[in-house]
């Protein structure tokens, strides 16, 4: 089946500070993929669409020179969280479109990313 | 309106028993409906993928849907203490890899043994 990592799985960091997170599509190719952030006890939301080759497609509210995000090949997507601040403490996801006819997305282990 | 509504729960029930998970959504354009299930502290993990009105099977899952009444459906039989998780359904207008999911809000569920 179709395996996303992301690493690392948890990172704290001190305000100020930048934070990369890794997403891979290990056994396939992604020419899309999807960074979410999850409080607790809550759903998905979703931050940012990550096409390769171009620009993210950042969704309403979400600041984009806060949460960079590139995506320079087919299997690799990183999200830098740039200042973090204590609120942006959660549970950051990502996932791959698996490029088939119906695409099915698949999401990656998240990492829980705490700014103390 | 939100274009997904799903109960939150919690839902609890016995070891054995057969579990209903349901969502409505409103925006007549999904075409394309999953079912994921999410471990605590972990990322969702795809269950069910379906594209057409009626049921699809899988070991112990089903997945419904009826287009017409905006309304998809999990069943789990037979339930075991380790399907308890929080499950989110989630659909999208097209069925390319680049199309955004549109998730519910999640249903808590326990197995009790």
């Known amino acids: 089946g179709a395996v996303v990592s992301q690493h690392p799985s948890w990172v704290i960091c001190k305000s100020g500070t930048s934070v990369k997170i890794e997403c891979r599509s290990l056994?396939?190719?992604?020419?899309?993929m999807f960074w979410y952030r999850q409080f607790p006890k809550q759903s998905l939301m979703l931050m940012a669409t990550s096409n390769e080759g171009s620009k993210a497609t950042y969704e309403q509210g979400v600041e984009k020179d806060k949460f960079l995000i590139n995506h320079a090949s087919l299997t690799l997507s990183t999200l830098t969280v740039t200042s973090a601040h204590p609120e942006d403490s959660s549970f950051y996801i990502c996932s791959a479109g698996s490029g088939t006819g119906t695409g099915e997305q698949y999401f990656g282990p998240g990492t829980r990313l705490t700014v103390t | 309106q939100k274009e997904v509504e799903q109960d939150p729960g919690p839902l609890s029930v016995p070891e054995g028993a057969i579990v209903s998970l349901n969502c409505t959504y409103s925006n007549s354009a999904f075409q394309y409906f999953m079912w994921y299930r999410q471990y605590s502290r972990k990322g969702p993990e795809l269950l069910m993928y379906?594209?057409?009105?009626g049921n699809k099977e899988d070991g112990r899952f089903t997945a419904q849907v009826d287009k017409s009444s905006k309304y998809i459906s999990l069943f789990i039989r037979d339930s075991q203490p380790s399907d308890s998780a929080t499950y989110l359904c989630?659909?999208?207008?097209?069925?390319?890899?680049?199309?955004?999911?549109?998730f519910g809000k999640g249903t808590l569920l326990t197995v009790n043994p």
């Open positions: 056994d396939f190719q992604a020419t899309t």
């Open positions: 989630a659909m999208k207008s097209s069925g390319g890899s680049n199309y955004k999911l549109t």
């Open positions: 379906t594209y057409s009105s």
